[in-house]
């Protein structure tokens, strides 16, 4: 049983999903385990990370607009200290999740046909987000 730790720099230009399965799979590829686990972690608490469609833009966008209904940036928070966009990511992010597990068999990621990796962005500005990148296995 092999292990390895590494990590990767997502740049996001504001509210959106970023696909990342392109360079989490390279990263995964770099490394000689043929069967395992993959866990990606993002080191953030207004972002976060989805596996979701990848063949279809209109379902990011409906998703983007669906969690903009569940925590409006116009909402009514206590927490303001780090600007109005601040809290309702912290909502999103609580909604969605801040670590995957992803098979891993013959090396490759365990994806299905549709699916990709995305950062969901919930902050108005551009952030450079970590992601921690796990990889288990033989």
Known sequence: MKQTQGSLTVQT?????????????????????????LTVFIQHTSASLLIQENADPAVLDDLLTAFERLAPVAGSYT???????????????????????????????????????YVFEHRTRPHSRQLVLHLVGS
Do not use: F, R
Not at 86 to 112: C, F, N, R, W, Y
């Open 13 to 37: 230009n504001g509210p959106g999903l970023y696909e990342c399965t392109h360079d989490i799979a390279s990263w995964t590829g770099e490394h000689s385990v043929s069967s395992g686990l």
């Open 79 to 117: 927490h303001t200290a780090e600007g109005p966009d601040d809290m309702p990511a912290h909502i999103k992010a609580a909604l969605s999740q801040t670590s995957l597990s992803v098979p891993v068999a013959e090396g490759q990621l365990v994806l299905g046909t549709w699916q990709g990796i």
